[in-house]
């Protein structure tokens, strides 16, 4: 993955891919300039053999193209786009595959940026959004679309797993059957997993037959607080549409976004594991402390229960990510979030540094209370982001802060 699709001769030997800032490229004959578009504007079937040329860095770029080749290592996809954020990469797939008078069914809670794209702006343009819970079966699936009255118009299924931040888990296998229910001749009902919380390490969704991956490449890819992007990774005849409608809007990431995520990725493996490792440790430790109710981490399920069968099955680690009720309330919970020491308060998650926020005021004060509190996401639950500072050193800070509560 460190080395793959770039070649050093072609930049001076330069053992790093360079940043190249640039917003053209010069062709060598007009008849190259001539063969390149037609490719780009799909006016012809590319040839075996021939790769799309350089022309324009909204089309493409060495920093990007490099990029979403080692990207697709990781999820094993045929072809990746890349995007100036995370909310770029899902608002465009939507609109590429949705269109007036589809239904649209979506896992509940989804990150509050696309719930307010899904519910609010979508119907604006006619497309009919139902939400599902995790927990529910294929068949309470099936019968909410049934009972909806336009099941023929399901177009896709859109899951974010685990669900943040209560860390529920669904079954991406059981989506995809029921997609395939719903698929009729060449109308296929699409299914799009957001990935950013436990990619692209410990869950690959296209190996559980989802056709569509997202990603926030803000977190864990990025991974250094530093950068916002974004990414889709699926089979080309998926990603040349994704890419023609990312040319037109203009949405893809510049030069400088795709070299700092090149570099970023070389240390991706490395930072999640110690990640993980760490987010062990903290949930044992808060799992025995008496200012704590509840703690939830995929680490924590419980054996023979379904959602285990379903954590074996779809992950190959905890993750880092987990939360927890304080004994309390909004009270006792902003204690504990103002008299941390070494944990950040702030928003945003798979960094280096650890995160701690308070969702219920924070990331999903959009979502109505009533709403909020079937779904989890309580005054008294903080969500916490582990980085990889020494273990110690974290429990350390979360038990002096838990002091003050
Ligand atoms: C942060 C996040 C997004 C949005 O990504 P941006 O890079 O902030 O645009 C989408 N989904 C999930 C799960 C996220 O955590």
Redesign the pocket.
């Known amino acids: 993955m460190m080395s793959y699709g770039y070649k050093p001769s072609l930049s001076e030997g330069a053992i790093k891919c360079p940043v190249f800032q640039t917003s053209t490229f010069v062709f060598k004959t007009a008849e190259e300039g001539k063969a390149f578009f037609e490719v780009a504007y799909g006016l012809r079937e590319q040839r075996a053999n021939e790769e799309m040329g350089l022309i324009y860095s909204r089309l493409n770029n060495p920093d990007l193209e490099i990029l979403e080749d080692r990207l697709c290592l990781w999820d094993g996809a045929e072809e990746c786009a890349v995007f100036e954020?995370?909310?770029?990469a899902?608002t465009t797939v939507l609109l590429e595959f949705l269109k007036p008078g589809d239904l649209l069914l979506y896992s509940m809670p989804?990150?509050g940026?696309?719930d307010h794209f899904i519910n609010h702006f979508l119907p604006k343009i006619g497309i009919h959004p139902l939400g599902f819970r995790p927990g529910m079966t294929e068949n309470e699936i099936r019968s909410l679309v049934d009972n909806i009255g336009h099941k023929d118009s399901l177009a896709m299924i859109y899951i974010?797993t685990p669900a943040?931040p209560t860390n529920t888990i669904i079954d991406i296998e059981s989506c995809v059957r029921v997609a395939a229910q719903y698929s009729q001749g060449d109308k296929k009902v699409l299914t799009a997993v957001?990935n950013?919380?436990m990619g692209p390490l410990w869950q690959h969704p296209l190996r559980h037959g989802a056709d569509i991956v997202?990603y926030?490449?803000?977190?864990y890819i990025g991974g250094h607080s530093d950068v916002?992007?974004?990414a889709v990774l699926s089979s080309s005849e998926i990603i040349k549409r994704v890419k023609t409608l990312r040319t037109f809007l203009g949405n893809m990431a510049g030069p400088w976004t795709g070299w700092l995520l090149m570099r970023s990725l070389e240390t991706l493996k490395v930072r999640m594991e110690q990640q993980a490792s760490n987010a062990v440790m903290v949930a044992d430790h808060l799992l025995e402390h008496p200012k704590v109710d509840k703690v939830y981490y995929l680490g924590c399920i419980r054996p023979h229960s379904p959602a285990y069968e379903i954590y074996q099955r779809q992950y190959t680690s905890p993750g880092a990510m987990l939360s927890f009720d304080i004994r309390g309330g909004e009270k006792e919970a902003f204690a504990f979030l103002n008299n941390l020491k070494m944990i950040k308060l702030a928003v945003?998650?798979g960094s280096t540094e650890s995160l701690a926020e308070h969702p219920a005021s924070m990331t999903h004060a959009g979502i109505e209370p009533s709403h909020r509190e079937e779904m989890g996401i309580r005054d008294s639950l903080i969500r916490l982001s582990v980085g990889v500072e020494n273990y110690r050193d974290i429990i350390w800070d979360i038990d002096q802060a838990l002091e003050y509560v």
Not at 85 to 88: E, L, P, V
Not at 216 to 219: D, G, L, R, W
């Open positions: 954020s995370g909310m770029s899902i989804v990150y940026g696309t974010e943040n957001d950013t919380y997202l926030s490449a803000t977190k916002i992007a974004g945003s998650l």
